[in-house]
């Protein structure tokens, strides 16, 4: 049986990812994801414009993928510095897992792609994190006046950051700051002295 649209397209992201993954970003080319397929190149052209186009199709499913983690994390039984703490560690722990990919985001020259990942993980997790705070404060964990401004400021100070550090660094670089930024995490939201749980 014959392919729909929707399930041949899906094919060539997948294929793709896999690809970028592997091979890596720069490395892997149009015609790489076709033969991995079997297709000819007209058919990725019919549904996508570039190899970028793809990446950016990637980078939303990566931070969706953040995003459902995130929301799994919120309903555990655990203090809210953790959650917090989590959240972050999970971030660093996906773009581990699917360094391919993460490293071709960071490598798309237009600059689309980092914008696009960018603002869709903090678009949907500042909400997430500023409603874990202001719970904080409701049980006396925090006390902390502007949750939404102060997870702005870490989450596009961090991703700020992170463009300014060549990609081959980036993930080691995050894990040598993690402390320091649990330790921004306890300042900047006034938690209480907190233990951090396994």
Known sequence: MAKTKEERRNEIIETAGKLFEEKGYE???????????GVAKGLFYY????????MEELADRYADA???????LIDKDITTFNKINRIFQIFIDSAEKKFGIF?????VKNGITHERIFFN????????VTELILSGNDNGECNCSDPKFITEFLVSGLFNIMNQISPDEKIDYLKEKLPTIKTMILKLYNFADQKESN
Do not use: C, H, R
């Open 27 to 37: 490395q892997t080319q149009v015609q790489d994801i076709v033969n991995e397929i």
């Open 47 to 54: 549904y996508f414009k570039s190899k970028d186009e793809v």
């Open 66 to 72: 953040i995003i459902d983690a995130v929301n799994k």
């Open 103 to 107: 490293m071709g985001i960071l490598n």
């Open 121 to 128: 993980v903090g678009k949907k997790m500042v909400p997430l």
